[in-house]
């Protein structure tokens, strides 16, 4: 088709031209581009339209040489949405609606967002989107990896697509210490939050559909997937593993190498990312969070029949 055509000439193209506002690169053959030529303070509506439809297409984007305030983050973001706030990260000091992701030099420990994931799957309305500025970077290392669930979904054989189609998945999150071993893959403590540990957690099917797009994609998430429904954790597992281990192969991903002035904004419905622990120097980020809705399957899941 024509749009096939041009959707392939435009990935092999290193740079071309969009509305003569801007300039785009992919960041791989499957997904991801670089922008540059715009200054996003000053994009109109007539720009943030644009620039809003070649992010449905690529998925994630990162907007070169931008030289914003916290202020001028948040109100980036929130041409996308209303701001989603972390109930297990502190907010910016002076921007609530944001933020402050902070790596200082020797600090030990996995860095924050160091395992794939999807950003806070555990809500029942998970987020819409993710921005993402660069302030301050290390001289080497410290760049995200993207990896595209729609692709990871198509690659999947037939059957196993037939198997996992109307399947439904809890994704949890607990306080630090709880959490801490769900991501360690330890599913012995009792996570009945008896302890008085915050535990959130919701319910969304394994194959979800885009919204805006209505592509399916692969809704895995290494960091919060617990259970499917009307199994056991024993059970679950297997097919979780491998799931999630197949969304994350090189071939489905793309790589953000960070620059001063970087702004990234990625579709959290259907991709999931990773931050890179490879640097030992400060690194400092601002983030804001997009609401989104609930996630809706591909079709509708089937009752569960138990014996008795």
């Not at 509305?19 to 670089?34: C, D, H, N, Q, T």
């Not at 990896?147 to 630090?176: K, W």
């Amino acid at each position: 088709s024509r749009v096939s055509m041009n959707r392939e000439k435009r990935r092999r193209e290193p740079y071309l031209e969009v509305k003569v506002m801007f300039r785009i690169a992919p960041l791989s053959a499957r997904f991801g581009a670089e922008v540059k030529g715009i200054d996003v303070r000053s994009m109109d509506d007539a720009g943030f339209a644009a620039l809003r439809r070649l992010w449905l297409d690529w998925k994630v984007l990162v907007i070169r040489d931008q030289n914003l305030t916290a202020s001028e983050v948040s109100a980036f973001g929130a041409r996308f949405g209303p701001n989603l706030i972390d109930r297990f990260v502190a907010p910016h000091p002076r921007h609530p609606e944001l933020m402050e992701i902070v790596r200082h030099a020797g600090a030990p420990g996995r860095n924050f967002g160091g395992l794939w994931h999807t950003d806070v799957s555990y809500l029942e309305a998970p987020a819409q989107a993710t921005i993402l500025y660069a302030v301050q970077l290390p001289s080497v290392g410290g760049d995200t990896l993207f990896a595209d669930l729609e692709a990871a979904y198509a690659a999947l054989s037939p059957r196993m697509q037939s198997i996992i189609a109307d399947l439904r998945v809890t994704h949890m999150a607990l306080g630090p210490l709880q959490r801490k071993r769900l991501e360690d893959k330890d599913y012995t403590p009792d996570l009945s939050g008896s302890t008085g540990t915050q535990v959130l957690q919701a319910l969304h099917p394994l194959v979800r559909q885009h919204p805006e797009t209505g592509r399916p994609c692969l809704f895995v998430n290494g960091s919060y997937l617990y259970v499917i429904e009307g199994l056991t954790v024993e059970e679950s597992q297997p097919l979780l593993s491998f799931l999630c281990a197949h969304a994350k192969r090189p071939a489905f991903t793309c790589r953000i190498q960070w620059q001063p002035g970087s702004l990234a904004v990625w579709d959290n419905r259907c991709t999931q990312h990773c931050a890179l622990s490879d640097y030992d120097e400060r690194r400092e980020m601002l983030r804001y969070t997009v609401q989104g809705g609930i996630p809706a399957a591909t079709r509708p899941a089937a009752p569960l029949r138990v014996s008795g």
